[in-house]
């Protein structure tokens, strides 16, 4: 009956403890504690159990929110989790770096008034549980099957479908320039909000599972596109987005002005406890000095915070709109607000200032104009409002662009847009090439790490289908 | 076989959706008898007069004079008819003659003359000899135009008894020669003959005219010589006006008023039965008479036909009447054993005959009437000083002279009373029991009866055997989804009750659904509504009764201990232990059939599997195997199972078509198994137990794991069997049925989307409206389900029946589109609307209506032209949901909506509070125009009647049709407790039937009132769709309704069993085409309004919803989506996160719902109706109502279907010129009552506010006496306007239903004599005295003053009867205050506040449900404890002397009012008396009470 459930009338919402802001900016673990079990239970029970689940129409995934949480509030654990896992490949992942404000809590029917259900957070419990009691275990598939699928890109979108694919029994390839799996999990987001062992326990899970690692691989350099191809029954390319956006303003070229995915990545590298000279050096340590960092989305937030850590003198945050209109996860801010981050925003940088090395960002007050179509209002500045920013180290977080693939990869035959994501067919998520499919950024553009899984489902699904097919054509065939 | 079309070739074949086996009749009935058995004039001349005061019980006609049938069943005057005999020159021999009374083709000469031959020739063949035909006279000038046009030929043959054999052998061989015509006409093709009697005992006068013109048009009656001891009389009112000379009654041995719920089953299992039975009795003549039951019988037809050959084989009337309808015994703790063991045995012989009737029968030499086991249909009696016993559905019905009346009595459920002619004795109830119990040593026939705890085996542990694996792919196999497993099942394992569900069912028809839907989507269940009424399985649960008998059924005309040890479980359902003990106790009895089929069968698989288990059966049967097995179990890679319901009933229907169901039980283990429904739907198609295997494997796998907590696998199949019991109860009684042996193999389902072909050869006589799948798709879903199971071996999907999920089943309140439709009338964007619904239009299809599109003009009309937003928007309704459902907030934001725009908002059940009656000061008005009357008679007060434009009866509801409701006491805030006249915190429950409502005429009764109380207001009555709801249809409106509405199933706010939101009741486009060709067959559709709502959401439902025929529509959960609503279906938990259903004081803050939303929701529904409008080429909504011509059905379904064909809808009854829309202006307009001249007479009251007097004299044709007059009172002083006993009206005689029904506080009605049922109904502040006369002989507290169901729903007034009541006395009251002298059963019953006094001993079941109020019962024979339900309620002697006081001062004035030698008696004797009296207090009253019931701090009672 019910009765176990619809609390949230009587029962507060309560998240998991986060560690005290000084406490954590020493280190780079993570901020959340996981809940005990009597907290978790209590907080799914204040699930209303919708007959039309919003949370769960507003998950790229469909999570099947309502049922684990039930399950869960209902101390089932092992079931909640293999429920959760049906439909998500890394849920402890999504627990902990999903926007949920933006997804499923911020269309939780009881959310006014009554704050959301913690879906993340109990989501990040239910998987922990699993891992903690053993529950996850490497894949087995009922039949092993003779066709290969080989996919570039360890990134979530590529796990994800390498999951699936081998889940059916394929024998799965997967190729990553990098020397570690996991593409922007374990390189792009910090550890304060993923701890990497969570993100190893995954990938080494897949390899325990028969999934074979070509790490340090580029494509193009290692091998063609179209040597794989000859080599797999079907290739995927989920390489992701890796090209930094430029910010094309006087002074761009000075010293000291750095990307977000180096910064970050240096950073993650530099927690793996690997020599890293760039970091080692001071070029990538904001140790000390005054850090700006320009841009208002997630990326930008994982900078400012990793800079605090890193024992910056100051760190601020320059963003063209207001803080209602910032592309960012609310809940991040606040987290970068606790531990001294300054937010300055409806600020627009129009210079860096400095002779080799840069000294200060010249920036512009700026304010909203009249809304579009969309409604989202253009920022303008406001005549005669600039004003200087000391910066001894500026983070451009102005987000990603595709790289060149059809070059990179010395494969111009390869489909792509004009702003360079991979064209595919919308039904079968192949590109124009027979048995290449891509998935993820590439084809999305930089986009949300859930929106990658669901992609590598999908696509997992579409090549499963494709070998099908080809698999009772050649076997027609032959006869 | 005989058909009613080969009786009657006047009656429409079928046509459209209306079938003519879905009629009803219904009516009052009666009979008079000489105790001493002498044939006296007296007797018929009572009989006609009887007739003549029982008009208002029957219906007239559209023609206004043909009446539905009226009769009456006579002695034969032997020396009548032997001078007619002299007169044509025989001379009679010695002995009895016969006469047949038979009607025969009146224009077709020729084909009545071979009628005559037939006749003849069969009366000769048996070696008797003819007098000759008579003529009988008649006045055809009496009867109407449709009684005119089909009225037959009435002639009597009277037959010598040449070959002098004894009256008994007369009588049966003038029985087998009667069925020998019969058979004979249907051969030769001889339509039109019909034979009324045929008897040398009795004769039957009958036809279609009013009841008061019997003597008229059969002259014979008037004749000084035409003499009998006993009269049968019967008025019949038929839902439909079809002229059916022969359908008029009494039938050959009995009249019956009411309603056989079970006769399909009875009919079924009649096949099986007649073959011994008939062998045994009959012998070389056996094949004579069967079948027993003749083709397409009505239900009283049918029991007639039982009933005559069971007393043709030698019994008498009583004991078939015990034997067919016998009285409720499992669970009576006051019945005499001796009695009970009769029962027993009868149980084991026959199926009982359920539903509502009063029965009047002969045999020839005893006269009986009897009630059913509910005792739903009134029956009172008077017994004179000479000699007679009138018996009759009212009281002075024939007039006796008080002095003269010896005796005056009701009959309680299952109760008898008779005369034996011959003994010239008269019989009380226990006077016969006491004789047929005696008569036979039933004791000893049943005494070594075995339950399931006497198999071996039952004291080990519940057997588990599949491993994790297994039970994953098995229940992929059977289509099991999470959903299933965790929202259905898990509740019933940890509760032991079904779980609820809130907003209806908007997920696709099984037909139309893409997803795996096992067999059982596709049945309906059957649900009661104004024909018969359904019972309350859980407060009457007395009358229940799952008792299940292996092995029964031998002949049923055997006598004697037929069967030695048979086994009887108190439930079908069955534990995998119970299972194995089962099968180990039949051994080599019985015989396991696999039901599954090789996968690779090609396409003919399943057929073939169906015909070999159907073979297998038959030969195990007549290998003399008593118990078959059917059990899925064998279900494996390379099986598939065979659906266990087409199964089940596949050989179920084999047997019953040779004769050898009654051979053997039917055992059926069903992996498919898990809700209430699929045991239903198994039971109802044969099934003898069911064992849901792998259910229960589910289960020990998760006890297993602990998931139920510290508790046994043996108890958790223990909760799971009691919700299982529980749900199967409500599916029953939702129909009117108590006891599952009737209920098995009826079908009493409707199929929606199951092929025409394969319901006709495994569900003969179910309807199925719109055909759809055969046995090829169900074998191709079957398999595509096998697949993933076995070869892709898929996970369980997580399932989206009841919930959205994403990729699961799709749900036509779809998450974006509300939001969509929210924005839309939130910003008055009309352009969003239209995305909104083109959304809807671009699902695939959901409902019925999903596959019409719009025949649009070639030259559609100019859009200016088409009638505005303003006119179409009045014909848009809010429907019925209560305060009490809805927040405050949320109900009156939809009135305030709707009175702005013209348009009607309905109340729903639960009142109104009484400042929303007059505008507010900002002009907007929350007073609901249509104010509802449900069962629950919440807050309906004669004020609350007065202030509405109509008056709308709720006798269903599309969540739950055939269900009661309850609003449990954490919704009772002191709002709804003020409204409803309860306590804040205190459960109100809502019966599942309107008490006054068992009945089509309890019905006309009812409107018939509610037209005195509000002398303006429309009434409406609210079904629900349902095969068969034309012919209901049309009794509601000739019982003078003037608007019908006919919901979907898919509705509403209610809370509900899940089961019952999704499996009762069809799409609203099927009923109310249905409802409209009836109506305009029937030429009624003129004077009605027809009202449609479920689900609807768009214009273009609208628009369909017009063309089927409705002229007014209901938008409801549209409107609350407008309001905010999100579909979180939690409405039942008062958790509503959008503060719309709700009572919870934080939650209602959150409500964000206005009137313009609501107000813009219309208006753009009605532009896009002007649009479509203009596309069809019209300008008004009114030139498409009826126009089926521009529709067309443009998708069939899913290729795997037979066929879905939605023809049946779309069909056009008559043409252009038959009215077939409503063209009546203002209401249909009731009779006057005494009313009338009483308003007359006391101008001086209403002129001048004068106090006033005033008598007359009454009889019980007046009914509602008071009503109008109260009326008057409430528009001119209000409803407490006036000081008690104002105005005095004194009645003498008897007086009729409904006196002083929603009398109001300044009327005082003081009757002389007796009055009738539904005294009080809905008392609202009025006195009513009701007192034997000064003349009367009688012991007032012996005898019965007053009749069934008073003071229904009274909320205030006070009512003193010196006499006792009949059933069902002050159900739900509220607040009336009364003192009578002892009542019937289920007293009390839903009380919730007043106090009731009753000076003698109650029938059982009282204070059933009882939550508020409080009663003192005068315990004297200390019976209580074993009459009172103590469910709710708490009794002890009154221990504080505050509480004697109140009691003494109610005695007191008691006696002053009706001068009661009894109550005196007992205040003369009070210190003696007064520990006999218990106070029976309500338990969660207790701490609300203004004294405590002990005067220490022991506030403990009983």
């Excluded at chain 1, 007050?365 to 910066?391: F, H, K």
Aim: net charge negative.
């Amino acid at each position: 009956m019910t009765e176990k459930m619809l609390k949230f009338v009587s029962i507060e919402q309560g998240s998991p403890e986060k560690r005290d802001a000084l406490e954590r900016k020493a280190d780079f673990d993570e901020i959340y504690q996981g809940y005990i079990v009597e907290k978790a239970e209590e907080q799914a029970s204040r699930c209303s159990q919708c007959g039309i689940p919003f949370c769960h129409i507003h998950c790229p995934l469909g999570n099947n929110i309502p049922d684990w949480l039930n399950l869960t509030a209902d101390g089932r654990m092992e079931d909640a989790y293999e429920l959760a896992a049906s439909t998500n490949n890394m849920p402890e992942i999504c627990g902990r770096i999903c926007p949920q404000d933006r997804l499923c809590e911020g269309n939780c029917v009881i959310e006014k008034d009554f704050n959301s259900v913690t879906i993340g957070s109990v989501e990040k419990y239910i998987a922990d549980t699993a891992w903690e009691n053993g529950w996850i275990k490497p894949i087995t598939p009922q039949t092993e099957r003779s066709e290969t699928v080989g996919i570039i890109g360890a990134g979530p979108a590529g796990l994800a479908a390498a999951e699936e694919l081998r889940k059916v029994g394929f024998e799965v390839h997967i190729y990553d320039r990098y020397d570690r799996a996991g593409g922007l999990l374990t390189y792009g987001i910090p550890g304060f909000k993923l701890e990497k062992d969570v993100v190893e326990r995954r990938t080494n899970r897949l390899a325990d599972s028969g999934i074979i690692y070509h790490l340090n691989f580029e494509v193009g350099r290692d091998a063609t596109l179209e040597e794989l191809k000859t080599k797999h029954d079907a290739v995927l390319i989920a390489t992701g987005v890796y090209k930094s956006r430029a910010l094309k303003v006087p002074g761009a070229e000075l010293n000291n002005i750095h990307r977000a995915i180096d910064y970050l990545t240096i950073s993650n590298k530099k927690s793996f406890g690997d020599a890293v000279p760039s970091f080692d050096d001071g070029t990538l340590n904001a140790a000390g000095k005054n850090v700006v960092v320009i841009g208002g989305g997630d990326t930008a937030m994982d900078c400012v915070r990793t800079a605090v850590r890193q024992g910056a003198k100051s760190v601020k945050c320059l963003y063209r709109r207001d803080k209602e209109n910032m592309p960012g996860s609310a809940r991040e801010v606040q987290n970068a607000e606790e531990e001294g981050v300054e937010f300055i925003w409806l600020s627009g940088p129009d210079a860096f200032v400095g002779k080799k090395d840069v000294k200060k960002v010249h920036a512009y007050q700026m304010r909203l104009g009249s809304p579009d179509q969309t409604g989202r209002q253009a920022p303008e500045p406001v005549p005669e409002s600039g004003y200087d920013i000391p910066c001894d180290m500026a983070i451009l977080a102005l987000g990603f662009d595709p790289e060149d693939l059809p070059t990179l990869f010395d494969t111009p035959q390869l489909n792509v847009s004009r702003w360079g994501t991979v064209k595919v067919k919308h039904d079968t998520m192949m590109t124009n090439m027979d048995g290449v499919f891509a998935a993820g950024d590439i084809v999305r553009g930089a986009s949300l790490v859930v929106w990658a899984i669901r992609d590598g489902r999908d696509v997992a699904a579409c090549i499963e289908q494709y070998i099908d097919t080809n698999t009772a054509a050649n076997a027609a065939a032959a006869e | 076989m005989t058909n009613i079309h080969d009786i009657n070739p006047g009656l429409p074949a079928e046509l459209g959706l209306y079938n003519q086996t879905d009629e009803h009749a219904s009516c009052g009935v009666g009979l008079i008898a000489a105790i001493n058995g002498i044939s006296s004039r007296e007797v018929v001349l009572a009989g006609i007069q009887a007739l003549k005061a029982i008009w208002h019980r029957g219906a007239v006609d559209a023609d206004g004079k043909t009446g539905d049938g009226a009769g009456i069943h006579l002695e034969i005057p032997q020396e009548f008819f032997k001078t007619h005999v002299r007169t044509t020159g025989h001379e009679p021999i010695d002995g009895k003659l016969a006469v047949g009374m038979v009607f025969l083709p009146r224009t077709d000469l020729a084909l009545q003359e071979t009628c005559r031959t037939i006749v003849e020739t069969e009366v000769l063949n048996f070696g008797y000899t003819i007098y000759g035909w008579r003529q009988v006279p008649v006045d055809a000038s009496v009867i109407g135009e449709k009684g005119e046009t089909s009225r037959p030929e009435i002639e009597q043959l009277m037959i010598a008894n040449s070959k002098g054999v004894d009256d008994e052998t007369f009588e049966r061989e003038l029985y087998v020669i009667r069925r020998r015509i019969e058979k004979a006409a249907i051969e030769a093709q001889a339509t039109g003959l019909y034979i009324c009697s045929f008897s040398c005992r009795s004769v039957i006068y009958k036809g279609l005219f009013l009841a008061e013109q019997l003597s008229i048009f059969f002259p014979d009656l008037l004749d000084e010589n035409f003499i009998s001891s006993f009269a049968i009389y019967h008025q019949r009112y038929s839902t439909n006006t079809f002229p059916q000379w022969w359908l008029a009654q009494p039938f050959r041995m009995l009249a019956h008023n009411g309603e056989i719920n079970t006769i399909r089953g009875n009919t079924n299992w009649m096949k099986s039965h007649q073959i011994r039975m008939a062998a045994v009795a009959f012998g070389e003549n056996s094949g004579d008479i069967k079948p027993v039951i003749p083709n397409g019988a009505s239900d009283s037809a049918a029991l007639d036909a039982v009933f005559e050959v069971m007393v043709r084989a030698g019994r008498t009337a009583p004991m078939v009447k015990t034997m067919l309808v016998p009285e409720s015994w499992s669970n009576k703790p006051v019945m005499p054993e001796a009695h009970r063991d009769m029962y027993s045995y009868c149980n084991s012989v026959m199926e009982p005959w359920d539903g509502p009737a009063a029965l009047a029968a002969t045999d020839g030499n005893w006269v009986i009437a009897g009630l059913d086991r509910n005792g739903l249909r009134p029956m009172r009696y008077s017994v004179t000083h000479d000699g007679l016993l009138v018996v009759g559905s009212e009281t002075g019905m024939v007039q006796i002279p008080e002095e003269n009346v010896r005796e005056k009595g009701r009959l309680g459920p299952g109760q008898m009373v008779g005369v034996n002619l011959k003994e010239g004795k008269f019989f009380k109830d226990r006077d016969i029991k006491d004789r047929l119990s005696a008569g036979q040593p039933f004791s000893e026939w049943v005494q070594d009866l075995l339950t399931i705890d006497d198999l071996k085996g039952m004291e080990e542990l519940e057997p588990s055997k599949l491993d994790k694996a297994a039970l994953q792919t098995h229940l992929q196999a059977a289509g099991f989804t999470l959903e299933d497993l965790e929202l259905l099942l898990k509740p019933m394992v940890e509760t032991g009750k079904e779980t609820l569900g809130s907003m209806g069912d908007d997920t696709p028809i099984a037909v139309l659904s893409e997803k795996y839907r096992n067999m059982a989507h596709f049945f309906r269940q059957n649900f009661s509504q104004v024909t018969n009424p359904p019972i309350d399985s859980l407060r009457e649960n007395r009358v229940m009764s799952l008792k299940t008998r292996f092995g029964n059924f031998a002949n049923v005309l055997d006598e004697g201990h037929t069967q030695k040890s048979a086994l009887v479980l108190d439930s079908p359902i069955l534990t995998n232990r119970d299972f194995e003990g089962l099968l180990t106790h039949f051994g080599d009895l019985s015989h396991t059939i696999d039901c599954t089929f090789d996968v690779d069968c090609g396409s003919e698989g399943l057929r073939n599997a169906i015909t070999r288990i159907q073979r297998e059966a038959e030969d195990a049967v007549r290998e003399g195997r008593g118990h078959i097995i059917l059990t899925d179990e064998g279900t494996s890679e390379s099986r598939a199972p065979i659906p266990m319901i087409l199964a089940t009933a596949g050989i179920h229907t084999y047997l019953v078509n040779r004769g050898l169901r009654t051979f053997t039980s039917l055992n059926v283990r069903a992996a498919e198994c898990l809700d209430t429904h699929y045991f239903a739907v198994l039971i109802g198609a044969g099934a003898t137990t069911v064992n849901a295997w792998l259910i229960q494997e589910v289960v020990a796998e998760r006890c297993s794991r602990g998931l139920f907590g510290d508790v046994s696998l043996e108890t958790c199949m223990a909760r799971y069997k009691e919700a299982i019991n529980q749900g199967l109860m409500k599916i029953l009684s939702k129909m009117g049925i108590a006891v599952i042996s009737s209920y098995r193999g009826g079908y009493n389902f409707e199929a929606l989307g199951l092929s025409r072909a394969l319901v006709g050869e495994f569900f003969p006589g179910m309807p199925s409206k719109i055909s759809g799948i055969g046995l090829a798709g169900v074998q191709q879903k079957l398999l595509e389900q096998h697949s993933l199971a076995f070869t892709t071996k898929k996970p369980l999907s997580i399932g989206g029946f009841y919930r959205f999920r994403r990729g699961e089943e799709l749900h036509s309140f779809d998450g974006p589109l509300i939001h969509l439709l929210q924005s839309a009338v939130t910003e008055d964007n009309y352009g969003k609307y239209l995305s909104y619904s083109n959304g809807l239009a671009n699902m695939p299809p959901i409902n019925i209506r999903d596959l019409f599109d719009f025949k649009r003009a070639e030259t559609p009309s100019d859009l200016d032209s088409v009638e505005s937003i303003t006119q179409i928007r009045k014909r848009f309704i809010t429907p019925g949901m209560s305060l009490g459902a809805l927040g405050p907030e949320a109900h009156e934001t939809l009135a305030i909506a709707m009175n702005r725009i013209g348009a009607k908002s309905v109340s729903g059940e639960g009142g109104e509070d009484q400042k929303r009656f007059k505008p507010y000061e900002n002009g907007d008005n929350a007073n609901s125009p249509i104010k509802q009357v449900a069962s629950g008679r919440f807050g309906v007060t004669a004020e609350y009647l007065s202030n509405c434009e109509e008056l709308e009866i709720k006798i269903a509801q599309g969540a739950k049709p055939g269900e009661g409701g309850q609003l449990p006491g954490f919704k009772v805030t002191k709002l709804i407790a003020k409204l409803r006249l309860s306590t804040p915190g205190v459960t109100l429950i809502s019966p599942p039937p309107h008490h006054d409502i068992y009945s089509i005429e309890d019905l006309a009764q009812l409107i018939y009132d509610l037209k005195q109380i509000n002398p303006r207001a429309k009434v409406c009555v609210k079904l629900v769709s349902s095969a068969g709801i034309g012919t209901i249809a049309a009794g509601v409106a000739k019982a003078h309704a003037d608007v019908i509405l006919v919901a979907g199933h898919n509705g509403g706010t209610a809370a509900s069993p899940q089961t019952s939101i999704k499996y009762a009741g069809t799409p609203w486009e099927i009923g109310l085409a249905e409802v409209n060709q009836v109506l305009t067959l029937n030429g009624l559709r003129h004077r009605v309004k027809l009202r449609t709502d479920g689900g609807m959401k768009t214009g273009r439902d609208i628009v369909i919803g017009a063309i089927l025929g409705a002229e007014e529509f209901g938008i409801g959960t549209a409107s609350l989506v407008a309001m905010g609503c999100i579909m979180v279906r939690q409405c039942h938990s008062n958790t509503c996160p959008v503060g719309i259903c709700t009572q919870d004081d934080d939650l209602r803050k959150k409500f964000e719902g206005s009137p313009e939303k609501v107000i813009n929701l219309m208006s753009f529904i009605a532009e896009e109706v002007r649009e479509i409008l203009a596309e069809l080429g019209v300008t008004n909504l009114e030139d498409v109502i009826g126009r089926t011509d521009l529709l067309h059905q443009v998708s069939r379904g899913a290729d795997h279907l037979d066929d879905l064909d939605l023809n049946p809808l779309l069909v056009q009854v008559g043409d252009r010129n038959v009215k077939n829309i409503c063209t009546l202006e203002g209401r249909n307009e009731v009779p006057d009552t005494l009313d009338a001249q009483m308003i007359k007479d006391a101008s001086a009251v209403f002129d001048r506010g004068e106090k006033m007097q005033l008598t007359y004299s009454v009889q019980n044709t007046q009914r509602a006496i008071g009503t109008r007059f109260s009326a008057e009172i409430t528009r001119k002083f209000g409803m407490a306007g006036l000081k008690p006993e104002h105005v005095t009206v004194r009645l003498r005689g008897s007086a009729g239903q409904s006196l002083g029904a929603f009398a109001v506080q300044g009327l005082k009605l003081v009757v002389a004599g007796d009055s009738n049922d539904y005294v009080g109904k809905g008392l609202s502040g009025g006195t009513i005295v009701v007192r034997p006369s000064n003349r009367s002989e009688l012991t007032p507290h012996h005898n019965t003053i007053i009749g069934n169901t008073c003071l229904y729903g009274a909320t205030s007034g006070t009512l003193y009867a010196s006499g006792q009541a009949g059933e069902r006395f002050g159900v739900r009251n509220s607040g009336a205050t009364t003192i009578i002298e002892g009542c019937g059963d289920n007293g009390c019953e839903y009380m919730t506040g007043g106090t009731a006094v009753i000076l003698g001993e109650v029938g059982d079941n009282f204070g059933a449900g009882m939550t508020g109020g409080m009663a003192f019962i005068f315990d004297e024979k200390e019976t209580l404890a074993d009459r009172i339900n103590p469910e709710t309620v708490l009794w002890d002697p009154i221990k504080n002397p505050y509480w004697e006081n109140v009691l003494k001062q109610f005695i007191t004035d008691h006696v002053k009012e009706t001068g009661s030698r009894f109550g005196a008696m007992i205040l003369s004797n009070w210190e003696s008396k007064m520990p006999l009296f218990k106070q029976v207090v309500p338990k969660e009253m207790i701490v609300h009470l203004v004294e405590p019931l002990q005067v220490n701090e022991d506030t403990e009672a009983a």
